[in-house]
C-alpha cells in the first residue's frame, strides 16, 4: 500500500521560508507524477505545483510561481515544496499527490494523497 507523509509545516513571518517534504512508500515512486495542492480554511483545494516523472517538467499556479520551487530526489522517494517570500495568503493546508505517470493540474486526477501539513503565515 502507498502512503504519502508531508513534514515541513508551521508558522512564520510573511517574507519567511519554509520547505515542505513528501516521502513516498513503495517501489514505484519513479513511476509517478507528483503535485502540491493546498486548501485554506473555507476554500476549496487548489493546484499549487507539479513535476514530471524524471524531474524536468514543472509547473505552478501563478499565485507562486517565481516564490517556491518544486523538486523531486528519486533515490530518496521524495519531493520537495520550497516555499519563499511567504504571504499570509499562503496560509493553508498543504497536500502531496501522486499519479501514474503524466502530469495534471486536477485535484481529481491524482488518486493517492497525503495528511496535509498546515503552514500558517502572519503578517
Known amino acids: 500500500q502507498v502512503q504519502l507523509v508531508e513534514s515541513g509545516g508551521g508558522s512564520v513571518q510573511a517574507g519567511g521560508s519554509l520547505r515542505l517534504s513528501c516521502a513516498v512508500s513503495?517501489?514505484?515512486?519513479?513511476?509517478?507524477?507528483l503535485g502540491w495542492f493546498r486548501q485554506a480554511p473555507g476554500n476549496e483545494r487548489e493546484f499549487v505545483s507539479a513535476?514530471?516523472?524524471?524531474?524536468?517538467?514543472?509547473h505552478y499556479a501563478d499565485s507562486v510561481k517565481g516564490r517556491f520551487t518544486i523538486s523531486r530526489d528519486n533515490a530518496k522517494n521524495t519531493v520537495y515544496l520550497q516555499m519563499n517570500s511567504l504571504k499570509p495568503d499562503d496560509t493553508a493546508v498543504y497536500y502531496c499527490?501522486?499519479?501514474?505517470?503524466?502530469?495534471?493540474?486536477?485535484?481529481?486526477?491524482?488518486?493517492?494523497w497525503g495528511q496535509g501539513t498546515q503552514v500558517t503565515v502572519s503578517s
Open positions: 499527490a501522486a499519479r501514474w505517470y503524466s502530469v495534471t493540474y486536477s485535484l481529481n486526477d491524482y488518486p493517492l
Open positions: 513503495g517501489r514505484t515512486f519513479s513511476s509517478y507524477a
Open positions: 513535476i514530471s516523472v524524471g524531474g524536468g517538467n514543472t
